[in-house]
């Protein structure tokens, strides 16, 4: 067995190096033009009494990060949630590894070093929330920001590109989320080293018009740090309750 994980774990440098080499640490994405997402360019004009900037979520535990979005804004900018999803007001997308995100998780010390050391498939999580996000997620810190309405269909082609599509065009749905009521949507990159949830949360807050170094995001404190400076100005409004955040 250790000769086996040893090669197994070689293996897995060697794909992942390669990987990491051909696409650097940012996941490879195709052009908001793709027309097998069919992704519209242009988002509609705020409606009358609707303002034109947008107010977003970060959350954060020790080690890892997730946002939050108005599920209205994200689906009037194009993104193609899974069938059935419901229509609520807000949503909480996160990234990571599909052996961290399931019910057995990385308890185990193979499990722990498969996703440590190994690429692994990935999965983007979407859970609906109704209420107050401080409410919500109260063990997590919170920072917002407000930005554009018009960067919603960078943000939506991303996350469109960020999940393989069934032959409906939807998403694809693997399981039920971690927590909440929400879905994991299979990844359509893989999971590894230093590709880790943080770069997902990376790209996701440049494609919203922010600057980060995705090299310096790879812990969720050097995410933090960055989308707390300008330009990207995030700001905290909830330290969380979780002694050990």
Known sequence: MP????RATLAGWVLATALLVSCDVRLPVQQATCQRRQVRLVTPPAKPGEAPDVLVWMLANRYHTSMIF???????????PPAGFGH?????????SQIAYSKQGAR???RFLRVF???THSVMELIPIEWNVAEVCSKQRIWRKLVPRTKGPALA???NDCSVAGPDGKPRVLCESSWGHGVQLQGRCL???PRVCNVWTTQTIENLGGQINPWLALTANGLIRQAERPPNDFELIWSGSDPTP
């Open 3 to 6: 000769r086996l994980l040893s």
């Open 70 to 80: 108005p599920y209205a804004w994200l689906v009037e900018s194009g993104y193609i």
């Open 88 to 96: 609520p007001q807000y949503v909480v997308m996160s990234w990571g």
């Open 108 to 110: 185990t010390p193979l």
């Open 117 to 119: 050391l190994t690429p």
């Open 157 to 159: 082609a991303f996350l």
């Open 191 to 193: 999971y590894f080293i």
